[in-house]
């Protein structure tokens, strides 16, 4: 029955009956935080463009962790800058790389605190590729698969709680799970970014994580951004490889993608809000053009009623506060 019948503005009129019949709800349960962890000592240097985010020293990461575990955030998600870049990314793989080293602190300050290892090798190769890379400049995906095993072994051997391969070599979901369980890990969950697009929205973190290629471009790996059919393609293999988390990145060009996602699988579905999306907000705030505050529940709240479970997002700190 239409209007003069039907009015949906009656249960628009007051705060209360807005939140009886409110369809979607930003919780701290949704919430992973990302990480950047240096080298040195008494490092606290924040990213020039992504402000109020820093790369920590391992000594002074527990200020920060001891942060985030206060506002009782789930989860952080760690990104590592190492000393050194070789042609194979060996400080991925290394028992005493960055983000090994960091997740020891990690559960030595909040042992409760989930700790989440982005699973790649581009923040260690010379290249700034995410695997190896032939002499004509071409990924190699199976040997790369070898050293993605390597590095998820020795995340999970320094105490990660989930790993999540964020490289777009196929097979790769598969050949984590089987190394795991291999080693005594199969209790280790895999959140795999499923549908990751090639998107100029990782500009600030490539900054952040000093991981740009140093030629060429990712478009041989990552989706090509017209693509959602293939998405379906890609979260499908990575269902049947037996992911326990599925993403989608980046999250606000790509709302029609998560969509698809969450309506074809059951399993939890992620969206990563990237750094590109956290800067954009960012710089129009400081320049008084935009509510940050209002921008980021109402961005937050499109990417959770779009499908996802869990949102990685650089806001979810202030998230908190602001929920609070
Ligand atoms: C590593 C990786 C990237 C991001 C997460 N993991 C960069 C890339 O693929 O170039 C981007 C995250 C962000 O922009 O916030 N492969």
Not at 156 to 170: F, K, N
Request: aromatic content about 8%; charged content about 25%.
């Amino acid at each position: 029955m239409g209007f003069p019948v039907t009015r949906l503005r009656r249960l628009r009129a007051k705060e209360n009956f807005r939140r009886l019949v409110r369809e979607t709800h930003l919780s701290v349960d949704d919430l992973i935080y990302p990480l950047f962890v240096i080298y040195g000592r008494n490092v606290k240097q924040e990213i020039p463009s992504m402000p109020g985010i820093y790369r920590w020293s391992l000594d002074r990461l527990p200020e920060e962790i001891e942060e985030v575990a206060a506002l009782d955030i789930p989860a952080v998600l760690l990104f590592g800058i190492p000393e050194h870049k070789d042609e194979v990314g060996s400080g991925a793989y290394d028992e005493h790389g960055i983000v090994q080293e960091a997740i020891r602190v990690i559960k030595g300050t909040a042992p409760e605190l989930l700790v989440v290892a982005d699973t790649c090798l581009c923040e260690y190769t010379s290249h700034g590729h995410c695997g190896l890379v032939d002499e004509e400049g071409r990924l190699l995906n199976d040997p790369t698969l070898e050293l993605l095993q390597k590095t998820a072994l020795s995340q999970a051997q320094a105490g990660a709680d989930l790993i999540a391969p964020s490289d777009m070599m196929d097979g790769r979901v598969a050949a984590l799970r089987q190394v795991l369980d291999e080693n005594g890990f199969s209790h280790v969950p895999i959140m795999s970014y499923a549908a990751k697009y090639a998107s100029s929205f990782y500009g600030p973190f490539r900054d952040a994580a000093d991981s740009a290629p140093q030629f060429g471009d990712r478009r041989a790996y990552q989706m090509d951004p017209p693509n959602w059919r293939e998405a379906r393609r890609e979260v499908a293999l990575d269902l049947e490889e037996g992911a326990d988390i599925v993403m989608v990145k980046p999250a606000l060009a790509y709302l029609d993608v998560l969509r698809e996602v969450r309506e074809m699988t059951d399993l939890p579905v992620a969206a990563y809000n990237v750094s590109g999306e956290f800067s954009l907000v960012k710089a129009a705030a400081q320049n008084g053009w935009i509510d940050e505050r209002k921008i980021v529940l109402e961005i937050l709240t499109g990417i959770k009623r779009a499908g996802a479970d869990i949102i990685i997002t650089y806001f979810a700190k202030d998230l908190v506060r602001w929920l609070a």
